[in-house]
């Protein structure tokens, strides 16, 4: 078979949200540090063209990411990445790193010690930490320390027709979020509401972006609302979380970055100090464990530095190919899969 690209996948999930890491015949990404090639990947044709091919279809789906490993750029970090996914590359994630960590350990790449491993990650975002706990040569969970996390905005007002005058909070936890209470919409976090929550996030989203600007002081690669998510408080007390990802999809996983960029607010707002913790559950019913671990800064702006931990599971081995003949080399997407934003990728 004469294919023009091939690109080995190992297949892993955190929690119920797949994401896939590219460990072999990841081509050359221009660019001196993980946030330029993440520049790179979004505004360059060919780095789009990477993105399509592996996360459209007839070779990718609308559930997961793709995660491309990469040599590290910081003299510190084991391994780099970053996170394709149908919009665009983004800079960071929690339940990805878990599923980086993962397969970095599994695969061999990188040195699993028994009982613990310490893994760290290059990201766009800045240095990822992940302390694996290790057994009889699987990695049985992995704890996260995340980049700093901050509140851009408290109590954001936005106008909608669907649903009136809305207040969410603008918050950053490795991405931008647009943070909303569920309960604002009408609507609970369970399987049952996925679709109209995906729906109003998709709707939330696209104002938010249209009608304010945000762009990470120091990272300039980093701008944007990349995604909405609702939030509620389970009976047990538990953080219940709902990620919507463009074009629309419901994130199986509680969201690292997400939850991260939650407990900016509640450290903002009195409600959790250093030394917390707490459980935070998604919309499948999967948890992770949420600390604050310290406090900090990000450009004279106060920040906290959270962790995250979660567990990942390997459940395939696969290759993606490209025929030099296949007229559908750029991916395609459609809206009885893809949802009705399909037309816009």
Known sequence: MRWKRTIQLLDVHCEGEIGKVAIGGVPKIPGN???????????DPKGQELRRFLVLEPRGAPIGSVNLLLPAKHPEADAGFIILQPDQAHASSGS??????????????????EPETVVTLDTAAGLVRATATCRDGRCEKVRLTMVPSFVHELDVELDTPQWGKIKLDLCYGGIFY?????????????????????????????????????????????S??????????????AIRTCTTMWPGRADRSPCGTGNSANLATLHARGKAKVGDVFKSRSIIGSEFEVGLQAVTE???????????????????????????FDPMANGFAMTDVWGPSAGEI
């Open 298 to 324: 990000v450009a004279g702006k106060p920040a906290i530095i959270p962790t995250i931990t979660g567990r990942g599971f390997t459940f395939g081995l696969s290759q993606v190919a490209l025929d030099p």
């Open 33 to 43: 540090s993980i946030a330029e090639q993440l520049h790179w990947l979004n505004t």
């Open 96 to 113: 990805n790193s878990i599923c980086v960590t993962t397969a970095l350990l599994e695969s061999g790449i990188v040195e699993m010690k």
């Open 224 to 237: 944007g609302v990349a995604y909405v998510m609702f939030r509620d408080i389970d009976a047990d007390g």
């Open 178 to 222: 647009a943070l909303v209470d569920v309960g604002q919409i009408g609507l609970t976090i369970e399987k049952a509401n996925a679709a109209a929550l995906v729906q109003a996030g998709m709707v939330l989203k696209d104002a938010i972006n249209r009608t304010m600007s945000v762009v990470h002081p120091e990272i300039p690669a980093i």
